[in-house]
């Protein structure tokens, strides 16, 4: 072969090799897009199978729960980020709370008009230049005032609402028929949980639930990841959150009479109603964290979700510092920072438990932990988790 068709076969080869890397970069994002659904869709599948596998003798096949034994998975309630039926029945009461303001309005502003007369009535009574003409005057003309700032319309805007309070109270009406509790937030804000539907369902599911045998009639929600002791890989775990997350479309068109069992509201008819817990505020500089109880405060740890996102090393599936070595990193670390002068490393971890939100590790996220443990735990339950954190060294 001569070196001129050499020259011509390199340069047929460069552009049929440059033609085919243009057609991999411009077809990649599709062929990538199909990928992705047929692997999330064979993880749908897998989570399927895990479900009844392991959990609809509880949450019943449909996963719209079992009666008095466990709530419906399958529930508005878990993936709508707002009631409707409190936000219509605050709308109504936003209604009626202006409706009362302008009736106040008006019925002060008849009673402005008829204390003007007896003012005038006593005015021009009184002795012309005397003391007490001089201070009725003064009513009169306090009272002129505010009767000139009453606004006309009033009496207008007044029947102009009374037909949007009706409309409004026919909705909620209708919505408290379909179910919806009128005073109730749906569940990850009932929970104040700030991280997400797919990161509470993975914490649930890793660490389970110990404590729901006080709602559920002992009936407890065991851990199932193998970071919490349970059966199932963190693999298995991603595969039945994927499950779950796939209700959500049919989910949110269901109301809750679509529903076997809603969720019940911690504290109601439980064992632990009374506990006297910390309360939102408390303040961590004060209090006796010593005398805690290690076995239980490893038992209160995996309860309470700790578990889920902090066992694992390198901090479980989503990048959560491990509990592994959390106290060295205490006292080596975090203490010898400024805003932490004065800290004992028990009240930087109590601080950290109870308002997660005050300072972020850097490459932390502030979303993630739960923001209500001080309305979950008393000093008690504190000094144990504590004694707990403190053994990783």
């Known amino acids: 072969m001569n070196i001129q068709n050499k020259v011509v076969l390199g340069i047929a080869s460069f552009v049929g090799i440059m033609l085919l890397v243009g057609w991999i970069v411009i077809n990649e994002p599709a062929r990538m897009e199909v990928f992705t659904q047929q692997w999330e869709g064979r993880s749908v599948e897998r989570g399927a199978e895990l479900y009844l596998n392991n959990c609809y003798s509880c949450h019943a096949e449909d996963g719209l729960g079992l009666s008095g034994y466990a709530p419906a998975l399958k529930n508005p309630m878990l993936f709508l980020e707002e009631n409707p039926g409190k936000v219509a029945n605050d709308e109504l ?14 019925d002060t502003y008849q009673a402005d008009i008829a204390e003007r007369v007896e003012l005038i009535a006593r005015r021009d009574a009184a002795a012309e230049g005397s003391e007490e003409r001089q201070r009725l005057q003064l009513q009169l003309d306090d009272l002129d005032t505010r009767i000139r700032l009453f606004d006309p319309a009033t009496p207008q805007k007044i029947d102009e609402l009374l037909p949007r309070i009706a409309e409004q109270e026919a909705k909620v009406e209708e919505l408290r028929a379909q179910g919806w509790e009128l005073n109730r937030e749906p569940r990850l804000k009932e929970l104040s949980w700030t991280g997400g539907l797919e990161a509470y369902l993975r914490s649930t599911l890793i660490a389970g639930r110990p404590t729901s045998g006080q709602l559920w009639n002992g009936n407890i929600m065991q851990a199932w990841g193998q970071e919490a002791g349970g059966p199932l890989r963190p693999d298995e775990i991603e595969n039945l959150v994927a499950y779950l997350i796939n209700y959500r479309e049919e989910a949110i068109k269901l109301t809750p009479n679509d529903v076997r069992q809603q969720f019940k509201i911690a504290g109601e008819g439980t064992v632990d109603a009374d506990k006297e817990v910390l309360g939102a505020g408390v303040d961590v500089m004060v209090l006796d964290l010593s005398g805690g109880d290690v076995a ?39 203490l010898r920072l400024d805003q932490f002068s004065g800290y004992t490393a028990e009240q930087y971890l109590a601080e950290s438990i109870l308002y997660p939100s005050r300072y972020i590790v850097p490459g932390g996220e502030a ?27």
Not at 93 to 99: G, H, I, S, T, V
Not at 299 to 323: E, I, V
Not at 379 to 389: E, G, P, S
Request: aromatic share 8%; proline share 2%; hydrophobic share 40%.
């Open 93 to 106: 009461r936003a209604l009626r709370a202006e409706r009362d303001r302008l009736v106040r309005a008006v």
């Open 296 to 334: 239980a405060g490893q038992q209160k740890y995996t309860a309470l979700g700790c578990a889920a996102c902090h066992s694992a090393a390198g901090g479980a599936a989503y990048n959560f510092a491990p509990t592994a070595g959390t106290y060295t990193r205490v006292e080596n670390i975090r």
């Open 367 to 393: 979303v993630q932990m739960p923001a209500n443990y001080a309305d979950q735990m008393d000093l008690q339950d504190l000094k144990d988790v504590i004694a707990y954190i403190s053994t990783y060294r």
